[in-house]
């Protein structure tokens, strides 16, 4: 074997074999934990179950707690609700002739009817077998505790409560009309809601995104055994189960009866979804060694052959995942027709049909792993798993330039620049004013935060950073200020600047070419910020007689410069620019005719909003 490749294999296994409950190596960090045992029974006549849960939550703040709260998601699929009212209102704002409401969602909630709605009702609770007094909010449930629970301790949960599995609306629901699978099962249980340093983040679910305890599921789903299931989690029974679970070759036997109980366990995760139809396909892939892949379609609105094919490019495209973001560490991985789209999940997406399935398996480690408060920070979830998926497209291509790879990050991006609706990334996601500008923002400017970065510190000190990133905050909770953290160390560059103009302002970069003049043998070049946004500049020079180089202008308020990237292209590096300063002025050794070319950032990784002043041919 040869030594790098060995040497990457060591740090692969090391990383890979550490305990999944990672020690916390930051000094005061803490986050809660949860253990759900749930049982749950099935009514595909009336759409309906009935569940028993039990939660052992671990508090491990420095905080006591006299209250708790919970999410119940699907009261939110009611007329009147905030999500109805939120969409109905966002409807009445036009964005380029169109209503800017979900699509999904529409005017949709106000005309269901009572055996359509959703609803999460509880039953009865308890805290170390105390009955609790609690108070329902629509999709927050509050409950004011008999007895505190202190620091360092772990209380004990017993729940019962009923549902009804909406019309498919948006996310989770059954009978979607399009893809014709029965349930998309998300947000589908009561789930105890996230305390950090923050606090409670007892969030209505109005439109967006979710945030979750770290911790373990066992799960029994008791339905009508023509139901084929996928999900979350490890089939603890596949031998009771059959559906292409069992071991190949091996005989399946099932219990007597009308259901099946299907039994998951699913470790250290921070969510739990399911689907289930009989008319489920289901396939599977081992890609390597402890992965195996499922694949549960139908084709109803998807050709087999463009389902199966999700299979053959993950398995080819794994191995540059694992090695630029970090391995995967679950034994399984689920690819199941349903939602209304795509959406994430532990272990597992819900695919509307075969597009857009490579953005929502990296959400398996940008808020998979990488746990953020997908409502907080919107940016650092969708983005950061839009730049991956578009960079792992773009080496399947084998054509990862910026240009290409990128494109329509960017491009999305300078539409949202151009507009009226650009607003700060510090946003939080449901308060967006607009959902084009929710979208534009989190998607395109939050990837092009990212590709953007490799032009500040190089594209080789990204990728250490994204493995770093993965190695000290998977299986937790980081926040912008975490990432840039990791990203100052293993640059050794301040970037603090960075964050303030990109993620906290709706300033824009645009740079330009002011003039050239020739001073005793020598030119003179100078540049102009025009833009708001400072940034370090890269400027190209192509010369008469085909050499060129790279005029190197960092960024003051980085204290440091980027490695050297293109080895074939000499760099000369010049006085930093202070930001302050409207204009710059460098000078090169060469007479200004021998100079037929000079580009302010060639690889277009810079996202300058006017790129026609930026590039300068000159005729002899």
């Not at 949960?157 to 019309?167: K, S």
């Not at 910020?529 to 085909?546: E, H, T």
């Amino acid at each position: 074997m040869h030594y790098q490749k060995f040497i990457r294999c060591i740090i692969f296994l090391f990383v890979f074999l550490l305990p999944v409950h990672a020690v916390f190596s930051q000094p005061g960090y803490w986050q809660q934990h949860v253990k759900y045992v749930m049982d749950i029974e099935m009514n595909t006549g009336t759409n309906r179950f009935t569940g028993k849960q039990q939660l052992d939550y671990t508090n491990h703040s420095p905080d006591t707690l006299r209250k708790i709260f919970y999410h119940l998601y699907w009261n939110a699929f009611q007329p009147n609700s905030m999500m109805d009212n939120r969409s109905r209102v966002l409807g009445q704002t036009l964005i380029n002739g169109h209503p800017d409401w979900d699509e999904r969602i529409e005017d949709r909630i106000q005309h269901l009817s009572p055996d359509e709605i959703g609803y999460q009702k509880i039953i009865s609770l308890k805290m170390n077998g105390i009955a609790q007094s609690y108070q329902v909010e629509e999709t927050i449930l509050e409950v004011k505790l008999t007895k505190p629970v202190p620091p360092n301790t772990t209380v004990h949960f017993d729940m019962e409560f009923e549902a009804q599995v909406p019309l498919q609306v948006r996310r989770s629901g059954r009978d979607n009309p399009d893809t014709k699978v029965r349930y998309s099962m998300s947000q589908w249980y009561p789930k105890i809601c996230e305390y950090d340093r923050e606090g409670w983040h007892a969030t209505p679910y109005v439109a967006r995104e979710f945030y979750g305890v770290w911790g373990d599921y066992d799960i029994n789903i008791h339905i009508d055994k023509s139901y084929i299931l996928g999900g979350t989690g490890y089939l603890q029974n596949p031998q009771e189960i059959g559906y292409g679970y069992e071991e190949q070759g091996t005989k399946v036997n099932r219990p007597a009866g009308e259901k099946l109980n299907w039994h998951f366990y699913a470790p250290n995760v921070h969510d739990f979804v399911w689907a289930a139809d009989p008319g489920f396909k289901h396939v599977t892939k081992k890609i390597r060694n402890g992965l195996t892949l499922h694949l549960l379609y139908k084709t109803t609105n998807v050709p087999e052959k463009d389902w199966l094919n999700i299979l053959v490019t993950a398995e080819k495209i794994l191995p540059y995942i694992e090695q630029t973001y970090g391995p995967y560490p679950y034994k399984q991985y689920s690819f199941i027709h349903g939602g209304d789209g795509g959406m994430e999940y532990p272990m597992a997406t819900l695919l509307k049909d075969a597009g857009g399935w490579m953005h929502e398996w990296m959400h398996s480690w940008y808020q998979g792993m990488m746990g953020t408060n997908e409502l907080e920070f919107p940016w650092m979830d969708e983005g950061f798993t839009q730049y991956a998926a578009a960079r792992n497209w773009g080496f399947l291509r084998k054509d990862t330039s910026a240009d290409q790879t990128y494109k329509h990050e960017y491009d999305s991006y300078f539409a949202l620049a151009r507009s009226n609706y650009q607003e700060p990334l510090t946003t939080y996601a449901d308060y967006f004013t607009t959902n084009f500008g929710y979208g534009l923002s989190s998607y395109s400017k939050g990837s092009v935060f990212m590709a953007q970065l490799g032009y500040i510190v190089g594209e080789q000190t990204l990728d250490k950073i994204l493995l770093e990133y993965y190695r000290e905050w998977r299986f937790k909770h980081p926040d912008a200020d975490n990432f840039i953290r990791i990203a100052e160390k293993v640059s050794n560059l301040q970037l603090d600047w960075y964050q303030d103009f990109w993620i906290k302002s709706i300033k824009k970069i645009d740079y330009g070419i002011d003039s050239l003049w020739e001073v005793s043998g020598k030119t003179k070049i100078r540049l102009r910020m025009i833009g708001q946004v400072p940034m370090p500049i890269d400027v190209l020079l192509k010369f008469r007689d085909g050499s060129k180089e790279i005029a190197y202008i960092p960024l003051y308020s980085m204290f440091g410069t980027k490695p050297e990237e293109d080895k074939n292209t000499p760099r000369f590096i010049y006085e930093p620019w202070k930001w302050t300063n409207p204009s710059y002025e460098f000078e090169i050794n060469h007479k200004l005719t021998d100079l037929i070319v000079v580009e302010i950032d060639a690889s277009h990784r810079m996202a300058d909003v006017n790129r026609n002043n930026n590039k300068l041919e000159l005729k002899w």
